[in-house]
């Protein structure tokens, strides 16, 4: 039986300010407010909010037979709780009916899989506490940035404990294979791997409202008609895209939620159910390995990573952030962190690509690339010597980190002790209520007082006086 895995990506660009050489050093803070709460505020209202109702209303009236998976990265979560805290409620109550499933990715939505094996576990780590803490379910499934994915990616994701990995099913990866098929990692074979169907999630997401497109316009029918159609043993069909495809990308006017809400009843006449990604991979078996020597992703027709690292530019950004990327771990200073999972955000080093794109690039404040690479270097300038004044630049990272320890050691040795001698105080206390209470006990009880004898009864004066006249 065909079954689709229907998942949407749910991410927001933290806008950095223009930020100029001479700031370096006098201004620590880099990022545009108004342009943020702008922004989020509007593909909350016109993407996020009615694609989720009609996402909700579907499962409201399938039941159990409409499913559906989320993502969100960390920086998204962050924005999402200061200006659009409805969306975060709406995905709560969606979660409440057991049909949603929420994925792990990288907190920052960076590149750090690309760069630095241990800021990428902490990245993961940490969005997938938060997720827990939102919706009360740790994540078994990773899908990382943009569908990043390779060899290597995948054996560190298995070690990390992961059952299963989205990633595109890129032409230059499959060959003649079909990505309708469970796959697993050649170097982690308990990984499974859900493949992308390009076509078909484009479709959705790309091409819906193009007028001038061959498959204008799109029903219901016809697509599932088309999932229908595909040989019987390609059992499993992986439309992956960004929410705001649905609102954004696909303007509301084009009816987009309307052949959105036709889908279930028209899946269910043709025999075909919907999956979350855990309920594929406990479900299927893989049927072969997937070599992936080459990193791919999802983004322009090459598939791969250039368009964030494919020129100078972006190279010398890059290296230059993640040069500070073990002893920033080391250090650990909360102000810092939080402006590192902002900078790592793979749109900073989109904004700088030369490469021409099928998809539409706003750049926001920047002219150009050159003035993106501009920009962000000046920030990263003053954010690394921020990094390197938390310590001496002459201690090494190594050596740091051995200062680091023993200073935890110590703060954790002090804790120990203040615990222990709060402990000792109360048992102090209980032997000192004990004896007093033994003390009590053993003192003798008082003697009971003498009672008093009765006056002699002195002799009556008359009768004797009587007794002396007879």
Known sequence: MKTICLYFEIHQIIHLKRYRFFDIGTDHYYYDDY??????????ERS???ALNALHDMINEHGKYFKVAFSLSGTGIEQLEMHAPQVLEKLQAMNETGCVEFLAEPY???????????????????????IEELFGKKPTVLRNSSLIYSDDIGAQVASMGFKGMLTEGAKHVLGWKSPHYVYHCNLAPNLKLLLRDIELSDDISLRFNNSEWDGYPLFADAYIDRIARLPEEEQIVNIFMELS??????????????????????????????????????????????????????????????????????????????SVADRLRIANDPRINQDWDYLQASNNFRFMTTKPSNVGLDRGIYSGPFDAFTNYM????DFINRVNALYPLDIDNDELEGLLTTIKNQGDEIEMKDKEITRLKAKLEKLE??????????????????????????????????????
């Not at 342009?35 to 505020?41: A, C, D, K, L, V």
């Not at 509301?252 to 990604?277: R, V, W």
């Not at 000046?378 to 300038?381: A, S």
């Not at 004896?435 to 009768?463: I, L, T």
Request: net charge positive; hydrophobic share 40%.
């Open 378 to 381: 000046n920030i990263l300038g």
């Open 245 to 322: 495809a649905l609102g954004i990308a696909q303007p509301l006017s084009s009816n987009i939620l309307d052949f959105l809400k036709a889908l279930p009843a028209q899946a269910k006449a043709k025999g075909i159910t919907f999956s979350t990604p855990t309920e594929i991979c406990k479900a299927c078996k893989s049927v072969s390995q997937l070599d992936v020597p080459d990193t791919l992703s999802w983004v322009d027709e090459e598939r791969d990573v250039s368009c964030w690292l494919g020129n100078a530019m972006q190279r010398e950004a890059f290296n230059k952030l993640y």
């Open 48 to 50: 996020y909010m009615p």
């Open 108 to 130: 920052s939505h960076g590149l750090s899989s690309l760069a630095n094996p241990d800021s990428f576990a902490v990245d993961v780590k940490k969005q997938c506490a938060k």
């Open 35 to 44: 342009e943020n709460e702008r922004s989020i505020s509007d593909i909350a």
């Open 433 to 470: 209520g004990c004896k007093g209470k033994a003390a009590k006990a053993e003192k003798p009880a008082a003697k009971p007082k003498a009672a008093k004898k009765p006056a002699a009864k002195k002799p009556a004066a008359k009768k004797a006086e009587t007794k002396a006249e007879a």
